[in-house]
């Protein structure tokens, strides 16, 4: 099984809402990242888990916060977001988070479909 | 600053080969370079990964110069459905731990 799957697929909350990103891999892989993702642009890396430890946190507003309960389930709960925050919420899993001497991005990524998230 | 640059867009035609360039001006010893395929409202999808000279896979070939500054995608026998954005990871980041995305390059087949 070599997939990553996220839900909801769509999500719709007003600047008040608590909301939550759920993300699922069973390869057994170590490494689970958070993107946005904005049209026509690359994703942005937001947070990185590391044997569900959080190993990077891109800055992001503390309105995103990420959760990893185990070694296959990455969350992210949404609190009193903006409506710049709408994007393409991407999860992504990998073998490990860098090869020896290498960079976060290192090791292939396998993408979940991610989360269209709209905020009015 | 550190950049990796690839063209905006491209177009082709079906059966042809396609050869999709990406400049990686900050690259360092260890850096892996990386390719990724996405269409519209999906996640990205890995491609192909290379460290110096060629690799190939069942889809595709990287070919990486001696300088490791630049690589070239190559795809062949293109069709409709590699219509799809393209994207060029290598290169790190001033912050010295990330691998930096290029824009994407949009890629599309005509018959």
């Known amino acids: 099984d070599t997939e990553v799957t996220q839900t909801p697929k769509h999500l719709v909350m007003g600047m008040t809402n608590k909301k939550s990103l759920k993300c699922e891999q069973h390869m057994g892989h170590r490494a689970m990242y958070w993107y946005k993702q904005k049209a026509k642009k690359p994703p942005e890396l937001m947070f990185v888990?590391?044997?569900?430890?959080?190993?990077i946190n891109e800055s992001v507003p503390s309105r995103f916060s990420p959760e990893c309960p185990n070694s296959s389930l990455l969350n992210l709960h949404l609190h009193a977001l903006q409506p710049e925050d709408s994007a393409l919420y991407l999860c992504a899993s990998s073998q490990a988070l860098v090869r020896t001497g290498g960079l976060v991005g290192s090791y292939e990524q396998y993408f979940g479909p991610g989360t269209r998230l709209t905020v009015t | 600053l550190a950049k990796t640059t690839q063209p905006i867009s491209m177009d082709s035609y079906e059966g042809q080969e396609v050869n999709i360039t990406c400049s990686h001006n900050?690259?360092?010893?260890?850096?892996?370079i990386t390719w990724y395929q996405q269409f519209p409202s999906q996640g990205p999808r890995f491609i192909i990964q290379g460290y110096k000279t060629k690799v190939t896979n069942e889809v595709a070939s990287l070919f990486i110069p001696a300088d490791r500054k630049s690589s070239t995608l190559s795809l062949p026998r293109v069709s409709l459905s590699d219509t799809a954005v393209y994207y060029c990871l290598g290169g790190r980041r001033d912050s010295n731990y990330q691998l930096i995305w290029g824009a994407g390059t949009k890629l599309i087949i005509k018959p």
């Open positions: 888990y590391s044997y569900e430890k959080l190993s």
């Open positions: 900050n690259i360092a010893t260890n850096d892996y």
